[in-house]
């Protein structure tokens, strides 16, 4: 065999070597252990970046992860009959898609990185929410082929919560996203009070909990108003600016229960929208990590 055949055989298998024992050496972004590494599924390694967490886990996180692959509702997205959507006479956001069910393993990464500040999972669970957004994408654009974002919201905390987390976990996950897929972040939502843990309310509390709890910031809708008309649309001295098609807001969470806080938001920006520029058509969609 030529020399030159024989050195490129002998690099090739220096390199996967190094390959694999830097695998084994690498701990996982989640668990932080240094078991084998997963094999990326398909999917995921084409949508994601090649330095996603998401695409580093170890087999057993990885495996661990259930991801919501066939949707039984429309418009929560829920892979089970919904009984909320049911009973709903109208909603102010068209539709939600989550990326995977709440299950035991999801309701600890959450808590790890909500309550103790785990900065490890922020990543990870920013990964999963991408893979929400990159196949509401590709729903939306089967039916409208120019689709795009105008901004990403993300659900406010209380500034009692804030000050006990230390920051909000949507507004990292969706800070994130917007980084990556180059979308406008916009803060326009603020919560009005504190609110008890959604987790430790039954349905109808939940429900009840979102009257008035959140609001549109005037001054944020007003400026964003202004610079969205600025950039789409015609306008004259004589006449107002006429919109070309619909604001595309996407308001991002963790979870979704009852649909009762993205609703709270999607009522909030609609009111605020309405009462600035009445003929402005407004389009609200949601993403959130993990639907229960």
Same mark, same amino acid.
């Given at each position: 065999?030529?020399?030159? %055949? ?13 390959? %694999? ?8 972004? /989640? ?22 967490? &998401? ?37 102010? $956001? ?7 069910? @709440?299950?035991?393993? /999801? ?7 909500? @309550? ?5 999972? +922020? ?7 991408? /893979? ?11 039916? &409208?082929?120019? *689709? ?13 919560? %804030? ?19 180059? +979308? ?9 009070? *504190? ?27 007003? %400026? $964003? ?13 004589? *006449? ?8 595309? &807001? ?5 979870? @979704? ?12 920006? *609609? ?13 609200? @969609? ?7």
């Amino acid at each position: 065999m030529p020399l030159n %055949l024989i050195t490129g055989s002998i690099r090739r298998i220096a390199g996967r070597l190094g390959d %694999l024992l830097s695998e084994a050496h690498t701990p996982c972004p /989640i668990c932080q252990l240094t078991a084998r590494k997963s094999a990326p599924d398909p999917f995921l390694r084409s949508a994601l970046p090649r330095d996603a967490k &998401l695409l580093q886990l170890c087999r057993g996180c990885a495996s661990a992860i259930p991801w919501i692959t066939n949707i039984a509702c429309a418009v929560c997205g829920r892979p089970d009959p919904c009984p909320d959507c049911r009973r709903r006479s109208s909603a102010h $956001f068209i539709l939600n898609r989550s990326a995977v069910r @709440y299950d035991d393993a /999801i309701r600890e990464w959450l808590a790890l990185f909500k @309550y103790r500040g785990d900065e490890r999972l +922020v990543r990870p669970l920013a990964d999963m929410l991408d /893979i929400a957004l990159i196949r509401l994408d590709h729903e939306l654009r089967n039916r &409208l082929p120019a *689709h795009r974002w105008d901004a990403i919201i993300p659900v406010p905390v209380s500034p009692d919560r %804030l000050m006990e987390r230390g920051f909000n976990q949507a507004e990292k996950l969706a800070s994130l996203l917007c980084a990556r897929r180059g +979308v406008p972040l916009a803060e326009l939502l603020i919560r009005t009070r *504190h609110s008890e843990k959604k987790s430790l309310q039954s349905r109808f509390a939940r429900l009840q909990s979102v009257d008035g709890l959140f609001t549109a910031d005037p001054e944020a809708v007003s %400026l $964003f108003i202004s610079e969205w008309l600025s950039r789409g649309t015609a306008a004259s001295p004589n *006449h107002p600016p006429v919109p070309q098609r619909s604001i595309r &807001l996407l308001i991002v969470d963790d979870i @979704y229960t009852t649909g009762s806080t993205i609703e709270a938001c999607a009522a909030a920006l *609609h009111e605020a929208f309405d009462s600035q520029a009445p003929r402005l058509p407004l389009d609200i @969609y949601a993403i959130t990590l993990a639907r229960s």
